[in-house]
């Protein structure tokens, strides 16, 4: 990770006041990559969904969580690249704070690309994954909203419909 990826998210905290990682250069000793959905209680309820990739968590706030339902899109808005240890926080961000709330991690577990190239995958606004964690199992779809519109930051959280067949596996 270099220092650049994780500028925007170092920038709106005050460490001095806040638990919250700052985020170290950390080599990942791993070849599985992680995710983690983390309840918010800031000035809204909402969850933030994590991918891990490029050293960092991608992140998206999902105001309403995510659905089990394939008929349900939830809105995800892109938020600022967080440092690997935030996977782990759980605990108070303090009143003044940004993001002032109380932090609980929600779900966890490891993910998997359904598609060649995730970077371009993530540009282009359409990402397919597969999740394994404690409650959300399966395939996914991350989809930009307006999808020429690079800087749009609304997404869609969808989970695909599985067969019977691929349930059984």
């Known amino acids: 990770m270099d220092k650049e990826q994780l500028h925007e998210y170092r920038k709106k905290r005050n460490f001095r006041i806040s638990s919250e990682p700052k985020g170290k250069s950390l080599k990942k000793k791993k070849d599985k990559l992680i995710f983690v959905v983390q309840e918010h209680h800031a000035s809204h309820l909402h969850y933030d969904f994590r991918l891990e990739w490029d050293g960092v968590l991608k992140s998206w706030a999902v105001p309403k969580g995510p659905s089990l339902d394939p008929k349900v899109k939830r809105l995800a808005v892109q938020t600022e690249d967080h440092p690997l240890e935030y996977a782990k926080f759980e605990g108070e961000i303090p009143k003044g704070e940004y993001g002032a709330g109380e932090v609980f991690i929600w779900d966890a577990g490891t993910w998997e690309a359904e598609v060649e190239d995730i970077d371009e ?11 394994k964690g404690k409650k959300l199992k399966g395939s996914f779809v991350l989809v930009r909203t307006h999808y020429n519109e690079s800087r749009n930051k609304n997404w869609l959280l969808i989970k695909h419909k599985e067969s019977a067949e691929k349930k059984l596996h």
């Open 121 to 131: 995958a993530l540009e282009k606004g359409n990402l397919k994954f597969k999740l």
